[in-house]
């Protein structure tokens, strides 16, 4: 089984497009149950596959916060394109993740700092205690095993370092009126 | 009742985070697929692509070598490969508005912010069997239709010209297989 088209696509052509309806190989997926056989929920199949590996999520965001403790550790001699790169990555791999680990809490320290990286026009402004208050907010909030929502303890620092990352970015792109507006563009897909 | 087969779609995940890997794998072999390809950067998944021809992409954006978008620019290159209408999935946690909008014109299929849900992922497959859309080529875009929707108010310059092009009408595989369903 492949999807290499087995027949040619049908081309219209327009006065400034083509418009190409490709085979659709896919359509081989599609089955009809047996009436009175209904197969088991796929999505109910897959969180119970996940929830089999549940187990390993801790360890697993575990070694995310040695990878951005390294990350940080590798940029306090000065940014570089491999560190920043390195930090970025770490920080954004966590944010993505965290909810998916048990772990909410530390995604939007995660997302402040890869807002921090991501937004700041000078890299070498940034004040690296400021890094070190996110990387170290992060570990904290995995080692006193935080998970849930209901952690107040968590919500104020990071609250808190959210609110030192606005105000410095501010700062730093004065000179560019709009640009963090646009960053700020609702998001479009969830 | 219609359904997805999932034992007959084979998946190819490319992220550079092993993790993600093994999250999406677990998911996608949950739902009942057996075949996941797995590479770690865009390279070693274009390679991949080209070997193993799989019938669905998911992709992350940032990668090592070359992200995602790249990737993309590269499967969608008309005579480039075998299969250039492959469906993408964009999988990121990438989800401000320019991104998305970048990945769309790059002629990716569904996008797909992080954290991932098994519903989530389950809705994009679906999409992709059960509603695909027809490609457009332009002289600056190659992939899938962008527009889901028709706005018949539109009057801004990206119309496009000739007939009824501004209006392609695609019926849903899913409404052809659930009329089946019902016939006697």
């Known amino acids: 089984m492949t999807t290499k088209p087995s027949s040619p696509p049908a081309v219209t052509t ?21 009436p009175g056989e209904a197969a088991p929920d796929p999505v109910a199949c897959a969180e119970q596959a996940l929830f089999e590996i549940s187990g390993d999520f801790s360890r697993w965001t575990e070694s995310e916060c040695q990878r951005l403790d390294a990350a940080r550790r590798a940029v306090a001699g000065g940014f570089t394109d491999k560190t920043r790169d390195e930090l970025f990555r770490a920080a954004h791999d966590i944010k993505g993740e965290a909810a998916t ?13 890869c807002r921090l990286i991501e937004h700041s026009p000078d890299l ?7 890094i070190d208050q996110h990387v170290d907010g992060i570990i904290a909030i995995v080692h006193c095993n935080a998970r849930g929502n209901s952690e107040r303890k968590a919500q104020v620092p990071a609250r808190r370092l959210r609110l030192v990352t606005e105000e410095f970015l501010q700062h730093e792109n004065r000179h560019r009126p709009g640009y963090l507006d646009e960053e700020d563009a609702p998001k479009l897909v969830r | 009742m219609v359904r ?9 995940v490319i992220d550079d985070n092993a993790h993600t890997r093994r999250i999406l794998r677990t998911l996608l072999h949950g739902f009942g697929t057996r075949e996941v390809y797995e590479a770690e950067d865009g390279a070693a998944g274009l390679e991949v692509f080209t070997h193993y021809s799989p019938d669905i992409v998911i992709t992350d954006w940032a990668m090592p070598i070359f992200d995602g978008l790249e ?7 008309l005579g480039a490969n075998s299969n250039p209408y492959v469906p993408i999935i964009m999988l990121t946690g990438h989800s401000e508005k320019k991104r998305v909008i ?10 797909m912010a992080k954290p991932i849900s098994a519903k989530a992922l389950y809705q994009r497959i679906l999409n992709i069997v059960m509603n695909p859309r027809p490609f457009i080529k332009t002289k600056t875009y190659f992939g899938p239709d962008r527009r889901r929707n028709v706005s018949p108010n539109y009057a801004g310059p990206e119309r496009r010209k000739g007939g009824n092009a501004d209006v392609i009408k ?7 297989a659930e009329a089946l369903a019902r016939a006697p």
């Open chain 2, 71 to 77: 990737l993309t620019q590269m499967i969608r290159q």
């Open chain 2, 102 to 111: 970048a990945a769309r014109d790059t002629g990716i299929t569904e996008f």
């Open chain 1, 14 to 34: 327009f006065a400034d497009h083509d418009l190409i309806v490709p085979p659709n190989p896919l359509k081989r997926a599609v089955v009809r149950d047996n």
């Open chain 1, 124 to 130: 070498a402004r940034v004040p690296h205690t400021v």
């Open chain 2, 170 to 176: 695609q019926p849903p595989l899913l409404d052809k």
């Open chain 2, 4 to 12: 997805i087969d999932f034992n007959c779609l084979r998946f190819l």
């Open chain 1, 101 to 113: 680990f048990g772990f909410p809490l530390i995604e939007p320290v995660a997302a402040s700092l």
